[in-house]
């Protein structure tokens, strides 16, 4: 049999497709939330380029209390990286939203376009990995933690002492996992 080529599907995975299969078992109304969620991770990722653009670019939003304007604007303001990849090892990166480090301080700062609550711990582990990338001692600067979600503005000056214990953990776990690998261990 020759079988239809779907070249543009190749290595993606439909959202209600076999892999995904609790959806058989869904109701209507489950099938309506779990759609709704989906589509607004889609829009949240199109926000994300939107304000990544904007930063790099230095096109402030109005001046209001609308999440995405508040962080586009203070991003801009503080000379702020969008989008920046900070990597430890293949186990352990991530992508900040943005961030600065100036005169021994570190900004980091996420933009949350959902609404169920977002945890600093994020950004305690994006502080961890940067500290890593770029061999900083977490205990000799300072530091801004900032989470945009509901038209606010959360603040948070991490704990050196949790950073270190975050940056502890990334090293050992990396080291474990390299071990498993090295011997063949799933």
Not at 32 to 47: F, H, N, P, Q, R
Not at 126 to 135: D, R, S, T, V
Not at 174 to 185: Q, V
Request: charged letters at 30%; glycine letters at 4%.
């Amino acid at each position: 049999m020759n079988f239809n080529k779907h070249l543009d599907l190749e290595g993606k995975h439909a959202p209600f497709g076999a892999s995904q299969y609790h959806w058989v078992n869904y109701t209507p109304e489950k099938l309506d939330m779990v759609y709704s969620s989906l589509k607004a991770k889609e829009k949240g990722t199109e926000l994300h380029e939107f304000a990544k653009r904007c930063i790099e670019l230095g096109i402030r939003l109005p001046k209001t209390k609308k999440t995405l304007n508040m962080y586009v604007n203070d991003a801009i303001g503080y000379k702020m990286t969008p989008e920046q990849v900070l990597y430890f090892s293949d186990n352990f990166f991530g992508t900040a939203d943005s961030i600065c480090f100036r005169k021994n301080f570190l900004r980091i700062h996420d933009y949350k376009s959902g609404i169920t609550p977002a945890s600093m711990k994020q950004l305690e582990i994006y502080m961890a990995l940067f500290c890593l990338e770029y061999k900083i001692d977490p205990f000799s600067i300072g530091n801004e933690l900032r989470i945009y979600q509901n038209n606010q503005a959360l603040l948070e000056e991490a704990d050196a002492n949790d950073i270190k214990d975050i940056m502890d953990k990334i090293i050992f776990f990396d080291k474990r996992i390299e071990e498993r690998n090295a011997r063949g261990i799933l």
